[in-house]
């Protein structure tokens, strides 16, 4: 099939950073990159394995000041296969003359390959084939195989299988200088002749983490070869040497299969037993691989997005679908896991869970809903905590933290290395309470999506009220402007922390924030309408929710102050509006890349806070996340005005206002424009698309992928081109295809049924899957609701605007 492959040609070594971090391979438990087994950390390489939940905290000593930092952990390096030829040093890619070099992530298996060709000093042409999986069926295993073939000679060859506990985190380069170690060792053990295995503990943490591989060898004809077997250990390092006899033009097979086990995992007593017994019982590469490509197989019959029009676009949604898959599976589903922003392919933000996951979700909902429920359960675990930190700060409720780890615990860093000026700076965007709105927004989408009535009563509810009541807590009310406010906050736009020349950071009545305080403080009202009445008198009891409080949120979603200037442009904070105006063209034929204009100007000694200049969408995310008539809505019941041309009008006064710092901007963005100006929608839709894979940030992918851009777009596909939207129990579709999307299919699922959804030839046409637990469903077409019973399939034509106009 086309759009499953990414291929480099040729070894590149600035570039192999961002290369191992593309072609990462994992299953929703965990995640490595896709460096070569024979390389070690180095300044081109960095191998590297973690998994959710597998965080530590270390303290550095800077300037004598201890700073703390809780890091998503560097796991043992589990890929280490070494050859050596004749007794000669290990071969490295460095040391030899490469003839040929392919390294590919077929993505369609979720699997790397590398294919090499190369000379020796001594003039030996050896072929080998690496072919790697970290498996979507059995999801403690992993499996390499080599294939190796003397091209121009016979002899003596070695291979060091290993298991390395000795890696630190040090994958980014502006972390350098705090503590990178995090693991323990606890000891090393074999399990019979085959069979190596390592445990290691994380320092502060307590967690347990073993790992066991069992290495064989195989002739042409798959027949085992009995090698020569050597162990060497040390209580953080343990190696098995197989020597053996090769022949010229005789492909020899060998393959390590690896376990993983950590002392979170379910039915596991001892971690390293597990693992050790664990991989002498496991299959062989080829069952194993049957398996594992069984697996994925099954997730892209549920997740695919078709797009026969566009093999770019095809390869790179893939591409996006295929990495969604390797830090959020149903092996995800079993896990206390949130959703790092940097995925589990790099240690870039330490591997913490922001807002992204706003982004991230409404792919899920459609397809892997009980992942989604999962991953707000993450939120609710740690619901005791984001109540603790809400009455630390003299507030009542739940305020999550705009960086979160382990526990819960804000993990914001205070200061943050600018690496354009090498300066240490303060780092506020803690402040950015709307990452409590986003998690309120993100349990109401998943129950729209799913209808799940339990998850609401026993966990949605009450995270919801518990969110609400911050914000209430936090709102002030102006007697003379007879409206709410919140102040001290930041807004998504991370170059405003502060007022120009203020000592203490925060704004005041950040638009996008005071206005999704407004909805969700209505919303949370209607949540408890939902609920059986005996649900709701226990959560008002546990929570001490009394009617007064009640109406002091009807009050507020009907008085919340929105500021305003210019004739109807929404003002992003109150007093924006006396910020000066940032000289873009002088800055642009200046540097390359102004996307950090925060850093560009902080190094020439001036201040972001003083222009109108935003890193990415702010004001504008409210257009993305509401539909115009819920906005409308919103803003007649604040008594706001809120006329057709408001939402066009902002987005392009903010646009030209945008650096597009971040890569989920050019999300947003692509998704409001679709309405209003498809051909700019398509060029920011694509540039979002190519974020990633072409590093447009420079550098910044290697640390990791961005989960919430490679999400975002598979959304804007659904959300903002497909137009799906979900309104009183109703799945919506208003497209807004671009001419690129022409002929478009996905599969989606709403409330438990399954539905096939197609655009082609000016039709759209949708296919209920009529087996298994399908139900009726009613989807809403132009302005008519349909109801489709399992096994109906409907057609409408389209007008040429896209417009659903009739049944056909």
Same mark, same amino acid.
Request: net charge negative; proline share 4%.
């Given at each position: 099939?086309?759009?499953f492959?990414?291929?480099?040609?040729g070894?590149?070594p600035?570039?192999?950073g961002?290369?191992?971090?593309?072609?990462s391979?994992g299953?929703?438990?965990?995640c490595?990159r896709?460096?070569? +087994?024979?390389?070690?950390?180095?300044?081109?390489?960095?191998?590297?394995t973690?998994?959710?939940?597998?965080?530590?905290?270390?303290t550095?000593i800077?300037g004598?000041?201890?700073?703390?930092?809780?890091?998503l952990?560097?796991?043992p390096?589990?890929l280490?296969?070494?050859?050596r030829i004749e007794?000669?040093?290990?071969?490295r890619?460095?040391?030899?003359? /490469?003839?040929?070099?392919?390294?590919e992530?077929d993505?369609?298996h979720?699997?790397?390959?590398?294919?090499?060709?190369?000379?020796?000093?001594?003039?030996?042409?050896?072929s080998?084939?690496?072919r790697r999986f970290?498996?979507m069926?059995?999801?403690?295993h992993?499996?390499i195989?080599?294939?190796l073939?003397?091209?121009?000679?016979?002899?003596?060859?070695?291979v060091v299988?290993?298991?390395?506990?000795?890696?630190?985190?040090?994958?980014?380069?502006?972390?350098q200088q705090l503590?990178?170690r995090h693991?323990?060792?606890?000891?090393?053990r074999t399990?019979?002749?085959?069979v190596?295995?390592?445990?290691?503990?994380?320092?502060?943490?307590n967690?347990? %983490?073993s790992?066991?591989?069992?290495?064989?060898?195989f002739?042409?004809?798959?027949e085992?070869?009995s090698?020569?077997?050597?162990?060497? =250990?040390m209580e953080d390092?343990?190696?098995q040497?197989?020597?053996?006899? &090769?022949?010229q033009?005789?492909?020899? @097979?060998?393959?390590?299969?690896?376990?993983?086990?950590?002392?979170?995992?379910?039915?596991?007593?001892?971690?390293l037993?597990?693992a050790?017994?664990?991989a002498r019982?496991?299959?062989?590469?080829?069952?194993?691989l049957?398996r594992?490509t069984?697996?994925?197989?099954?997730?892209?019959?549920a997740?695919?997005l078709d797009?026969?029009g566009d093999?770019r676009? =095809?390869f790179?949604?893939r591409l996006?679908i295929?990495h969604?898959?390797q830090?959020?599976?149903?092996?995800?589903a079993?896990?206390?896991?949130?959703?790092?922003a940097?995925g589990?392919?790099g240690?870039a933000?330490r591997?913490?869970?922001?807002?992204?996951e706003?982004?991230?979700?409404?792919f899920?909902?459609y397809?892997?809903?009980e992942?989604?429920?999962?991953l707000?359960?993450?939120?609710?675990?740690? /619901?005791?905590e984001? =109540?603790a930190a809400?009455?630390?700060?003299? /507030?009542r409720?739940?305020?999550?933290?705009w960086?979160?780890g382990?526990?819960?615990?804000?993990e914001?860093?205070?200061i943050?290395?600018?690496?354009l000026s090498?300066?240490w700076?303060?780092?506020l965007?803690?402040?950015?309470?709307?990452?409590?709105?986003a998690?309120f927004?993100?349990v109401w989408?998943?129950?729209? !999506?799913?209808?799940?009535?339990?998850?609401l009563?026993?966990y949605?509810?009450?995270?919801m009220?518990?969110?609400?009541?911050?914000w209430a807590?936090? !709102?002030?009310?102006?007697?003379e402007?007879?409206?709410y406010e919140?102040?001290g906050?930041?807004?998504?736009?991370e170059?405003?922390e502060?007022?120009p020349?203020?000592?203490?950071?925060?704004?005041r009545?950040? !638009?996008?924030?005071?206005?999704m305080?407004?909805?969700?403080?209505?919303?949370?009202q209607e %949540?408890?309408?939902l609920?059986?009445?005996?649900r709701v008198?226990?959560?008002?009891?546990r929570?001490?929710?009394?009617d007064?409080?009640l109406?002091r949120?009807?009050?507020?979603?009907?008085?919340?102050?929105?500021p305003?200037?210019?004739?109807?442009?929404?003002?992003?904070?109150?007093g924006?509006?006396?910020?000066?105006?940032?000289d873009?063209d002088a800055?642009?034929?200046?540097y390359t890349?102004i996307q @950090?204009?925060?850093?560009?100007?902080?190094?020439?000694g001036?201040?972001?806070?003083?222009y109108k &200049?935003?890193k990415?969408?702010?004001t504008?995310m409210?257009?993305?996340?509401?539909?115009?008539?819920?906005?409308?809505a919103?803003?007649d019941?604040?008594?706001?005005?809120y006329?057709?041309?408001?939402?066009?009008?902002n987005?392009v006064?903010?646009?030209q206002r945008?650096s597009?710092g971040?890569t989920l901007?050019?999300?947003?963005?692509?998704?409001?424009?679709? +309405?209003y100006?498809?051909?700019?929608s398509?060029?920011?839709?694509r540039?979002?698309?190519?974020?990633d894979?072409?590093?447009?940030?420079?550098?910044?992918?290697?640390e990791?992928?961005?989960?919430g851009?490679?999400?975002?777009?598979l959304?804007?596909?659904?959300?903002?081109?497909?137009g799906t939207q979900?309104r009183?129990?109703?799945?919506?579709? !208003?497209? @807004?295809?671009?001419?690129?999307?022409?002929r478009l299919r996905f599969?989606m699922q709403?409330?438990g049924t399954p539905l096939?959804v197609?655009?082609?030839?000016?039709?759209?046409?949708?296919s209920?899957h009529s087996?298994?637990?399908s139900?009726?469903?009613r989807?809403?077409?132009?302005?008519?609701i349909?109801e489709?019973c399992?096994g109906? =399939?409907r057609?409408?034509?389209?007008?040429?605007?896209?417009?659903?106009?009739h049944?056909?």
């Amino acid at each position: 099939m086309k759009g499953f492959s990414l291929t480099y040609d040729g070894f590149d070594p600035p570039g192999e950073g961002l290369r191992e971090a593309l072609t990462s391979t994992g299953n929703g438990y965990l995640c490595t990159r896709g460096a070569a +087994e024979w390389e070690d950390a180095d300044g081109v390489h960095y191998p590297a394995t973690y998994a959710h939940g597998g965080y530590n905290r270390e303290t550095t000593i800077m300037g004598g000041l201890p700073v703390l930092n809780e890091d998503l952990v560097n796991l043992p390096n589990w890929l280490v296969l070494k050859l050596r030829i004749e007794g000669g040093d290990a071969i490295r890619l460095a040391d030899v003359e /490469l003839i040929n070099y392919r390294h590919e992530l077929d993505i369609r298996h979720t699997m790397v390959i590398r294919e090499l060709r190369f000379r020796d000093h001594d003039g030996r042409v050896t072929s080998l084939r690496s072919r790697r999986f970290v498996s979507m069926a059995d999801v403690h295993h992993a499996g390499i195989e080599w294939t190796l073939t003397p091209e121009n000679w016979s002899g003596r060859v070695e291979v060091v299988s290993a298991l390395d506990g000795r890696v630190t985190n040090h994958g980014v380069a502006r972390y350098q200088q705090l503590e990178g170690r995090h693991l323990d060792p606890v000891s090393p053990r074999t399990f019979g002749p085959e069979v190596i295995a390592l445990k290691v503990q994380t320092r502060q943490s307590n967690l347990y %983490v073993s790992e066991g591989a069992r290495t064989r060898v195989f002739d042409d004809s798959g027949e085992p070869i009995s090698v020569e077997r050597s162990l060497y =250990q040390m209580e953080d390092y343990i190696q098995q040497v197989l020597g053996f006899d &090769v022949q010229q033009g005789s492909p020899t @097979r060998l393959e390590k299969m690896v376990t993983f086990f950590n002392s979170r995992d379910p039915a596991t007593s001892d971690t390293l037993e597990r693992a050790g017994t664990s991989a002498r019982r496991y299959k062989d590469f080829g069952e194993a691989l049957e398996r594992h490509t069984s697996a994925v197989t099954e997730l892209w019959c549920a997740c695919d997005l078709d797009v026969p029009g566009d093999d770019r676009v =095809q390869f790179l949604l893939r591409l996006h679908i295929g990495h969604v898959f390797q830090v959020c599976s149903h092996h995800t589903a079993d896990l206390d896991a949130g959703v790092p922003a940097r995925g589990l392919n790099g240690e870039a933000y330490r591997g913490h869970v922001f807002w992204d996951e706003l982004y991230v979700y409404p792919f899920l909902n459609y397809r892997m809903p009980e992942v989604t429920r999962s991953l707000l359960m993450y939120r609710y675990r740690r /619901l005791g905590e984001a =109540q603790a930190a809400a009455r630390e700060s003299g /507030l009542r409720g739940a305020m999550y933290p705009w960086q979160s780890g382990s526990d819960g615990k804000e993990e914001t860093q205070r200061i943050h290395l600018n690496p354009l000026s090498g300066r240490w700076e303060p780092d506020l965007s803690h402040n950015q309470r709307h990452v409590n709105a986003a998690i309120f927004y993100n349990v109401w989408h998943y129950f729209l !999506a799913t209808g799940d009535r339990a998850f609401l009563g026993d966990y949605g509810a009450e995270m919801m009220l518990e969110i609400a009541r911050f914000w209430a807590s936090m !709102a002030q009310f102006n007697p003379e402007r007879g409206r709410y406010e919140i102040h001290g906050v930041m807004g998504p736009d991370e170059f405003h922390e502060k007022y120009p020349g203020a000592h203490e950071g925060g704004l005041r009545n950040n !638009a996008y924030t005071n206005v999704m305080v407004a909805w969700l403080c209505r919303l949370a009202q209607e %949540v408890l309408s939902l609920l059986p009445a005996s649900r709701v008198d226990a959560l008002r009891g546990r929570l001490g929710i009394r009617d007064e409080e009640l109406s002091r949120w009807e009050d507020m979603s009907r008085r919340m102050f929105v500021p305003f200037h210019d004739d109807g442009i929404i003002s992003q904070f109150e007093g924006y509006e006396h910020l000066e105006e940032l000289d873009w063209d002088a800055y642009r034929a200046k540097y390359t890349n102004i996307q @950090r204009m925060d850093r560009i100007l902080r190094a020439e000694g001036d201040d972001p806070n003083r222009y109108k &200049v935003a890193k990415q969408a702010d004001t504008v995310m409210l257009f993305f996340l509401f539909s115009a008539e819920e906005l409308k809505a919103i803003f007649d019941r604040l008594g706001y005005p809120y006329a057709e041309e408001t939402a066009h009008r902002n987005i392009v006064y903010y646009d030209q206002r945008t650096s597009h710092g971040s890569t989920l901007s050019y999300v947003t963005h692509a998704g409001v424009l679709a +309405e209003y100006d498809p051909v700019s929608s398509w060029e920011r839709f694509r540039v979002a698309l190519e974020s990633d894979v072409c590093d447009v940030q420079g550098g910044t992918t290697q640390e990791g992928i961005h989960m919430g851009v490679m999400s975002g777009t598979l959304d804007l596909v659904q959300r903002g081109y497909a137009g799906t939207q979900i309104r009183n129990g109703v799945l919506y579709f !208003a497209p @807004r295809l671009p001419r690129q999307l022409e002929r478009l299919r996905f599969s989606m699922q709403f409330r438990g049924t399954p539905l096939r959804v197609e655009f082609a030839e000016g039709h759209l046409t949708l296919s209920v899957h009529s087996e298994g637990v399908s139900r009726p469903i009613r989807v809403g077409v132009g302005d008519v609701i349909h109801e489709l019973c399992p096994g109906d =399939q409907r057609t409408f034509a389209l007008s040429t605007d896209n417009d659903l106009v009739h049944d056909v």
